[in-house]
């Protein structure tokens, strides 16, 4: 009450000063949050296309081991920087950084799931198969260790898909969060 009054008794220019100060601190605010909502969701749809590339990559390198018409050492050279390329996507900050870090969340544990399985089931008979191809030896061992990898992709994949799943989920509802509250904020 005590401003109202002194206010009352200012001259019109610094109650329009004052007004004008007012409306320029919420369109900073405005701003401000607006470029925030922008970064954050940049960032989770980056996290969704690099968690995507993950599918592709892993049928790439089945199709690199499944080429015969390539020559053996080919393929292992091939097969195996595309599994670099498909562990330096898996651990890239453009996804870990969309992670959350609480151990219970779902989207950790489809991320972890989806190391776990690239670890112990997928980069084994990977491995085997691309020293098996730069040795040439084209055996049972080749073959086995081939049908392997190939066998496990389609499962492996669903369990990426999880992955972007999850993180597809929780892109709207991060932007909706902010978005409710910043219109909560402006009054809006």
């Known amino acids: 009450m005590r401003v109202l009054h002194q206010l009352s008794s200012k001259p019109i220019l610094v109650k329009i000063g004052l007004l004008m100060s007012a409306i ?8 401000l949050s607006s470029v925030f909502i922008a970064q954050t969701t940049e960032g989770m749809a980056t996290a ?4 995507g590339s993950l599918r592709m990559q892993s049928y790439r390198i089945g199709l690199a081991l499944a080429d015969d018409s390539i020559p053996p050492y080919r393929r292992a050279e091939s097969a195996s920087a595309l599994a670099l390329e498909f562990e330096s996507r898996l651990a890239s900050p453009r996804l870990v950084n969309a992670i959350p870090g609480q151990s219970d969340n779902q989207v ?11 670890q112990k089931a997928m980069q084994p008979p990977l491995r085997r198969h691309i020293e ?12 086995i260790s081939r049908a392997s990898y190939l066998a496990g992709v389609d499962a492996f994949v669903a369990q990426i898909d999880d992955l972007v799943g999850l993180l597809e989920a929780t892109y709207p ?16």
Do not use: C, D, F, P
């Open 132 to 143: 098996l191809l730069r040795e040439e030896a084209a055996n049972t061992s080749e073959t």
């Open 48 to 51: 969704i296309n690099q968690s």
């Open 108 to 118: 950790n544990t489809a991320y972890t799931r989806v190391q776990q399985l690239w």
């Open 24 to 31: 320029v601190i919420l369109a900073i605010i405005s701003m």
């Open 173 to 188: 509802a991060s932007t909706a969060t902010w978005s409710n509250a910043s219109t909560k904020r402006h009054g809006t």
